[in-house]
Each structure stands twice: as structure tokens, then as C-alpha cells.
């Protein structure tokens, strides 16, 4: 016989509002515009995307603004076949390190704009290295998700 | 290094869906085991380190208060430690600081998690921020597909050898899993069984993944005079290493993965190792996920670059081999995330001691410990000894 044992079912619903801060906010805002903002440290000068306060590496202010290329390689991706509590974009979805053209670190967004119930196809067209381009959509709301995804460049 | 410090006993409980305890009862299951092992009881402690993933795990904010009393801490100091899946390594490293220093002779090191109670992916999802990663990254498994990705890519390992390679590892922990009382999936499983099991995130599949684990476990942890006056076997601590990277998962890499690299140096220097393929004699790695295993082998200097699938396939790692890795069944068969990282310690120092029962490694006089935690950003080590 299986045995059942009682337990308790509660939920916590919590709202957040988090300040964005004039860095993310620059980088928000010009997401509206289909840019994409890069920041440089002024010490070790890598260009950093997004764009920070400080410089993860050298902890100093960063320095001069430039908006980055909206192409760039694959350096690395995941398909996620799964739903995730909270995920915005449903399954099936490819999550993937980009380099964009001219910064110095990987850039982490979305991969779409190609089959992607075809695993063995997907296999052939996304690989490290794969040339991708930044994919807007057109009602713009101020976050991430402006860029619907990088679309490989055939 | 400070004060000699030694782990004096361990215990765990059985892991597993526990829905018939509360979460202090099955804490305080722990604290009873390693109590029982040492002869000692609460009065004789100093002082209490315990810890556990976020709170969203729990429902529970800080449950440090909530397990006081499971954990006798009533009446003496107590710490809580947390940094994601490497909180049982910080624990442990907490645990070790504190009596190094001389501020305490005896201290209880404790580390839990529930998570059947909770939802575990969505509370690893909250360790992401939600400005820039959280949504494309799906908890855990989409971070380490990320990771075992870029590995095989740099070094243009196939993806049928790293596939292969990644299976025998499933297949083997799963059996070794038999041996571990405590363990929480023990299954017989093919080769095909692996590689046929539905994608998690491409390439990661279902028997590549650890499970969600309830359970409990506790370490105590004693000055020189203490572990000497007591008849009992102590493990010696001979090293330990800490390291982190950036917080944003593209600012480093993670393949020549610089947090892991020094975490093991700065431990393999304070223990006197150079050859650790060589020289230890068992290792449990924290292993989540079956590429993140072959990763770390060659950032802890087991393998060359690119080639710890080759070792794999030849049976290093595997009971009987050169260097046996995660002889418990590791993380891959158990994982109660706020105690995992401490049962590797807690499992390396029944192997030093030769009290690792069925799962023992013939002779093991030195092992190696590890945590791993946050979007890949934390390594931690301990080595552990059978001499001073």
C-alpha cells in the first residue's frame, strides 16, 4: 500500500520593481531605436556589451559609448526544449553566446528566425562560428526582447 | 596554512523525496548521524555553520532561525553561508576557517535542502538577474548545455565521442550509486538508454542531469587536539581553494575556465601536489551534468585540454582506474543543492579514511573535494588527507 503523507499548500506572490539606473536605462532606450550600446574601459579598453557603470575586470568607471555591431558569431548555444517558470519566450528556443563585431566580450540572446522543431537541420545551420544578424521587432518596448532574436546569415 | 584542521565524522541522511518529515526533522536526522558517529553531542560544539540555497527554494527566508534548534544551536554561535551550488564547499571552507583561526575547537558544519517542497528550476532562474540573462538562459540545464557546447567546440571534440564519453559517465555513476546507502537513483542503465532519453537542452538528455534532491548532511569539523584526543579517524584537511568569475555569464570564458583553474591551484599548493592525475587517490567532483564532469577534469589538471573524453573512454575516472572520480555516484545520483557540495566533502573524507564501506577506493589516502555554483561562475575546492 502506498503511503501518503499530508502536506501543506501555500503560495508567496511577491511584486518586484527594480531600478533600472541610467546605464541600463541608455541601453534600454536605445534598444527602441535599434541600437545596440557598447561601453569601453578606459584602463584595459575592452568594449563591453551591454554596457556597464564599471569595468568588471579593472573595477573603474568605463569611458566612451559606441554603439556595436548588430552582427556578429555564434560562439556557443543551447536549445531548450522545455518550458522554464517565468521564461518569457516558450519553447523551443535557442539561447546563444553572440560576439558581436568589435567587442571584447559574448553578448547572450536568442538565436530564431529558422525551423527549430528540426534538430538535425539546426545542427547543420548553428554552429560556433556562424555569422548572425540582430532581428528587431517592430513595436519596441525599452527591453531585451526589441531584439526578437539573431537570425543566421545565409 | 593556520591551525591543523581535521573532519572528525559525517553523516548523512537518506536522500530522496522526504515528504514524510519537515524540513528541521530531516536536518536534525543529519545532526543526529554525525552525533552518533563521533560519540559527541551538542553541548560539546563551539560553534554552528549552516546554509542552503536561496530562500525562493525554501519558501522559508532564512532558515537558518527556522533549523536553530534541529541543529543545537541554541546558546552558541552560529553562521550562515550560502553561494548557490558551491554553499556545501563554503560551508565546509567556513567550517575550516573558523577553527584554523583558534576561535573554536569543535564546530558543526550543516547543509539541506528540500527541494520536492518547492520548484527548483524556477529558483535557479531567480539567481539570474532579470535586466540581461534571465530570459535566455532555462535554469540550470540551459547553462551547462551552453558550457559543455563551447568545450566541444574549442577543442573540435566530436560530438559522438563527447556523447559516448558523457553516457559511460551516466552509466557508470548510476551503478556506483548501488553502493551509496545513502544515495537517492540507483539504476542499472545501458549505454543507448542514455543516448536515447529525451533532450533537456540539446545536447544534454534526461540521464545526463542530476535529480532534485531532499536530504541532509553534517560534518564536524575539529582543532589538532581535539581530532588527536578522540578515537577516531580524522581526515586531515590539506588544502583548500576558492575562486569566482565575473557575474555576467559572457564577460569569461568557460572553457579555459579561469575560476576553476585557480581554485584547484591555490588547493593543490597548500597540499604540496603537482601531478593531482597522479597523486590523488579519489576525487568527487561536483558533476550536475555529465559534460560539466569531463570540463572539469581538465581544468583540475586530470586531463589534458580536450582530451578527458579520451580518458573517460579508457577508464581513468571509473571505480578500478587510474584516478576514480565520484565513486558515490556524485551529484549526477544526489543532489539536495544546499548539502551536495558538502557531501562531496563529507564523501572524500570516508574515502581518505577508508570508511567509504561498499563504495571504498582500495587504499585512498588523499582526495579531492568540489563545489561549483552560480551561472558557472564559482569553484571551490578542499583537499582532504589520511596523514597530517
Known amino acids: ?154 | 596554512m593556520a591551525r591543523a584542521v581535521a573532519i572528525i565524522g559525517v553523516g548523512q541522511t537518506k536522500h530522496g523525496r522526504r515528504n514524510e518529515v519537515t524540513y528541521p526533522d530531516m536536518v536534525r536526522e543529519a545532526v543526529q548521524a554525525v552525533f552518533a558517529e563521533t560519540g559527541l553531542d551538542p553541548k560539546d560544539i563551539d560553534g554552528i555553520v549552516c546554509g542552503t540555497m536561496p530562500s525562493m527554494m525554501e519558501g522559508v527566508a532564512l532558515t537558518h532561525f527556522y533549523f536553530a534548534d534541529a541543529l543545537g544551536a541554541v546558546g552558541k554561535p552560529m553562521m550562515k553561508t550560502e553561494t548557490c551550488g558551491t554553499t556545501g564547499m563554503s560551508l565546509a571552507h567556513t567550517g575550516y576557517y573558523w577553527v584554523a583561526s583558534g576561535m573554536a575547537d569543535l564546530v558543526l558544519v550543516v547543509g539541506s535542502e528540500k527541494m520536492y517542497e518547492g520548484d527548483s528550476q524556477a529558483t535557479m532562474s531567480t539567481v539570474m538577474e532579470p535586466f540581461y540573462l534571465r530570459p535566455f538562459l532555462t535554469g540550470a540545464p540551459g547553462v551547462f548545455s551552453i558550457q559543455a557546447q563551447q568545450w566541444m567546440a574549442r577543442y573540435k571534440i566530436p560530438e559522438e565521442k563527447s556523447r559516448e564519453a558523457a553516457a559511460k559517465i551516466s552509466v557508470d555513476h548510476h551503478r556506483d550509486a548501488h553502493d551509496n546507502p545513502y544515495a537517492h537513483i540507483k539504476v542499472d542503465l545501458t549505454l543507448e538508454d542514455v543516448k536515447n532519453s529525451r533532450v533537456i537542452n540539446y545536447p544534454i538528455r534526461f540521464w545526463d542531469v542530476c535529480p532534485n534532491s531532499d536530504g541532509a548532511c553534517a560534518v564536524i569539523f575539529a582543532s589538532e587536539d581535539q581530532a588527536k584526543k578522540m578515537s577516531l579517524k580524522p581526515a586531515w584537511v590539506k588544502g583548500l581553494g576558492f575562486c569566482g568569475d565575473e557575474y555576467w555569464y559572457g564577460d569569461s570564458d568557460k572553457v579555459a575556465w579561469q575560476c576553476a583553474m585557480i581554485a584547484a591551484k591555490q588547493a593543490y599548493d597548500l597540499a604540496g601536489i603537482s601531478n593531482p592525475r597522479r597523486e590523488l587517490n579519489v576525487a568527487e567532483i561536483y558533476n550536475p551534468f555529465t559534460w560539466i564532469e569531463m570540463l572539469h577534469y581538465e581544468c583540475f589538471g586530470f586531463s589534458e585540454p580536450g582530451r578527458a573524453c579520451d580518458d573517460v573512454l579508457k577508464g581513468v575516472f571509473a571505480r578500478g582506474g587510474e584516478l576514480p572520480c565520484d565513486p558515490s555516484g556524485g551529484v549526477l545520483c544526489t543532489n539536495p543543492i544546499g548539502a551536495t557540495a558538502l557531501i562531496r566533502v563529507a564523501e572524500t573524507a570516508l574515502q581518505v579514511t577508508g570508511q567509504a564501506g561498499a563504495h571504498q577506493i582500495e587504499g585512498a589516502k588523499l582526495g579531492l573535494a568540489h563545489g561549483l555554483g552560480g551561472v558557472s561562475q564559482f569553484n571551490g575546492l578542499m583537499i582532504l588527507g589520511s596523514e597530517l
Not at chain 1, 532606450?29 to 579593472?58: D, T, Y
Request: glycine letters at 8%.
Open chain 1, 1 to 154: 500500500m502506498t503511503k501518503h503523507f499530508k502536506t501543506l499548500k501555500h503560495n508567496i506572490w511577491l511584486p518586484y520593481q527594480y531600478a533600472v539606473g541610467p546605464v541600463f536605462n541608455r541601453f534600454y532606450e536605445g534598444l527602441k531605436e535599434e541600437k545596440i550600446w557598447a561601453n569601453q574601459c578606459p584602463a584595459c579598453s575592452k568594449m563591453l556589451v551591454p554596457p556597464r557603470s564599471f569595468c568588471p575586470h579593472c573595477s573603474v568607471d568605463m569611458g566612451e559609448w559606441v554603439e556595436a555591431a548588430q552582427e556578429g558569431k555564434i560562439v556557443t548555444w543551447m536549445t531548450a526544449n522545455e518550458p522554464f517558470f517565468g521564461q518569457p519566450v516558450q519553447p523551443p528556443l535557442i539561447g546563444a553566446l553572440i560576439h558581436l563585431d568589435g567587442t571584447d566580450c559574448n553578448f547572450l540572446h536568442l538565436v530564431g528566425g529558422l525551423d527549430l522543431n528540426d534538430s538535425a537541420a539546426l545542427k547543420e545551420k548553428i554552429k560556433a562560428g556562424t555569422r548572425v544578424r540582430a532581428v528587431w521587432r517592430a513595436e519596441k518596448k525599452g527591453e531585451m526582447l526589441d531584439i526578437m532574436y539573431f537570425q543566421p546569415i545565409s
